[in-house]
């Protein structure tokens, strides 16, 4: 049964990507150095000079563990970890098998197994946290419409569902696939076929689709129930980590420019530039690359290497970048307001914005506006819509003040 | 949650613009300007070409003299003059359509702030304006004169249907307009439900409430209802931006038109209706906006 959600929009460039998102996963040698970027809240644990095995926690990042993706010596730890790598395959001695079978462990030791192993979902929130804090969850989703990973592990990608199922205490699993990925669809419906909790659905492919709230809207047509939505990609790894108790130290990674798109499983802190030449895709004067999506993803430079949450990485030509285009002159078409995903109007918030209309503009919903940049894409006025609401709702936040700020993060 | 992403979204280029709209619409209206020439001879021509050139002027010289961008390249200018042309006979004097031009882009449109701003459908503030100025030089017949008097017109339902009548000279062909309509459907230009609701809504207060059941279908292959119905009710500056907004409006538009068509003073209705449902988009739009996905996490969002 397909699904048809609200918004997005089916856009030509992304034709590659769609080719490339069923298609087989190239492994990639992990390259001479690996850089493990680290925020602001963190905790290092190893020094120059040191030597690390494969799977060794190295630090700690925003509260999840981080492992050497390969043996090495550490080279820099300071705001990143940078491991030489030597090449040996040694594995750290913490990395252990389960022997036990599923219905014999509790929910406990596979919160505990996921926080060794550091497993972070597509956010980058800790998988343990969100089990340990999910509360009455009643139905599983694992997100497989961006996700690239779907047909390289159909397995892995069950059995890891299968496993959170357990831990959550959920009697129903749903995988959502792209209508673009009928292939993968087909061999995670055979895996699940022995299963009766797990069912496959699948959506149109639209863009953007992966934002969980819609994703869960879409497929159980109910606006706030209880279901705990992960990528396919992230329900893999927690199968990783729960067999072999291997960290996550991988990422597949779907690299595209232009007609060529790739799909690598690549050592997390894979450098962007050794990645991208991987692929066989040069990045000329003037490109953008783009993580997380060619609307709504950001920009980074060849520099920064693969992360915990890198799942695709695109290359702008020069040619193809957005330019605002002259006029920025609302039409009142509405092409903005069938295209938001958040089902806002666009057209109205900027121009209460425009006119100081604060107020008009907030009980609009400004500030559910998650920037992801559809509106600005189909606007044939050549409004620049989604800087404006994002750029006001960032001033509303600044002004509002951090206490308030907190309250409403929470929320 | 991530809500706000710092550096612009989106980054790929987009291909849409107004031109390109615009540019969609005047080849839509191809079929029916064709038919209007072959009908009504070289005059049709004529007010097609003057009409637009004293639009396409006007907006230019507006916009040069109040020192602001000068947006004729748009083609929104074009569009207007075509549809002001569209909505004459073709007995009108030559400047009928100056006027109606003059005071559509000058007055309805540049003075509420141009394009997209403007409350009214500028080609239709502009016939209705030229119809209450020059009534006695505009004469107009077509099925709706003949069932006013209550004689059935001397052809057939099927000729009203092509176009083989009188009246304004871009409105006779229900046909052709309609083949223009899919054309603006097919490149998402335009929303489908609008002209199938108005043109739907005015078919079914006949059936329901009929004033003599043989007159119904020349009730509805004649006059303006196919040419409001396809290009004006779905004027994206002047109604609402909403999909069930836009619902709203060609029901309205199309309950109007029956009614002035009924009990009002004006044979055809259609005009009237949509400028009187035009005054209503903005309130439409505000009580019929969407549900937001989320619950108005951190907003002061009511509903
Ligand atoms: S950027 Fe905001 S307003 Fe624009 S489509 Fe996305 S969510 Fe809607
Ligand atoms: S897409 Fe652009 S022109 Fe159309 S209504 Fe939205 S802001 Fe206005």
Redesign the pocket.
Known sequence: MAYAMHGGIQYEYIDAMRAARGADVTDMAPPASLVLTLPENKRVLVRVGDRVLRGQVIAEADGILLHAPEAGFVSEAMDAIRIECDGTDETAATVVKTNKRLQDCTREEIIEKLRVCGVADSDGVAMADRVEGADGASVLIAECVDDIAASSSPASIVNGMKILMFALGVRQGVVVCGDDIIDAAKKLSEVCAKSKLIKVATVRAKYPQADKKRLAYAVTGRRASNEFVVSAQTCAAVYDAFVTGMPQTRRIVSVTKGKISKNIRAAIGTGFAELLKFAGIEVDDGDVIIEGGLLCGRRVSPGDAVGKTTRSLVVLRSDDVYERRGAD?????????S?CPEKLL??YI?SYIRDGKEHAALSRGALDCDGCGV??Y??????P?ADIITGFAKNHAREVGSEAQNERDKG | MNAIKADGAPFIKSP?T?RAMMADVVTAMIPAAVWAVWRFGAKALLLMALSVSTSVLCEGVFEYIAKKRVTVGDLSAVVTGMFIAFGLPVEAPWYVPVFASVFAIIIVKCAFGGL?ANVFNPALAGVVFVRLCFRSRLPYSSALTALAVGKLPEYSVYDAAVGLTDGAIGEVSAMLLTVGGLYLIARSVIDWRVPVLFVGTVAALSVLFPQNAAYILYELFSGSLFLGAVFMATD?TTTP?TGVGRCVFAVGAGALTYVMRRFGGDLDGVAYAILAMNMLSGTIDRIAAPRQVRSGTGTEAGK
Do not use: F, M
């Open positions: 002159v609302c039409i009142r078409c509405g092409r903005c307001v295209a666009p057209n900027v509106c600005s189909v606007c044939p006025g050549g409004v819509i | 849409e107004v997209g994206p931006v």
